[in-house]
């Protein structure tokens, strides 16, 4: 009933910088809270950026200064703008949104498919 659709991923150099992309489309009555996750090889899915749906922000230590999270409420789209990438970084990047449907009215978490973030030293 609602889709994610991650962009913006790929392969940048140290102190580079890359823009991811969310977009929500499908049954909609609702988004609030959009959230950015990463998931690095042998480690567990941490939350990196959650951005309510009047703007307030919040960041995992690791990026704060770094990663800038914004959204567009009229195109239901959140993004990702990450500066002074690092090695660390590399990981896959997951947007989560809750959303709550038209039909059936419900309130869910849903999640992308991910995209790739590589960052060479």
């Known amino acids: 009933q609602v889709q994610l659709v991650e962009s913006g991923g790929g392969m940048v150099q140290a102190g580079g910088s890359l823009r991811l992309s969310c977009a929500a489309s499908?049954?909609?009555?609702?988004?609030?809270?959009m959230r950015w996750y990463r998931q690095a090889p042998g480690n567990e899915r941490e939350l990196v950026a959650a951005i309510a749906v009047g703007g307030t922000t919040n960041y995992a230590d690791s990026v704060k200064g770094r990663f800038t999270a914004s959204r567009d409420n009229a195109k239901n789209t959140v993004y990702l703008q990450m500066n002074s990438l690092q090695p660390e970084d590399t990981a896959v990047y997951y947007c989560n949104a809750v959303v709550r449907t038209t039909n059936p009215r419900i309130t869910r978490d849903y999640w992308g498919r991910g995209t790739q973030v590589t960052v060479s030293s």
């Open positions: 499908g049954s909609i009555f609702a988004i609030n809270d």
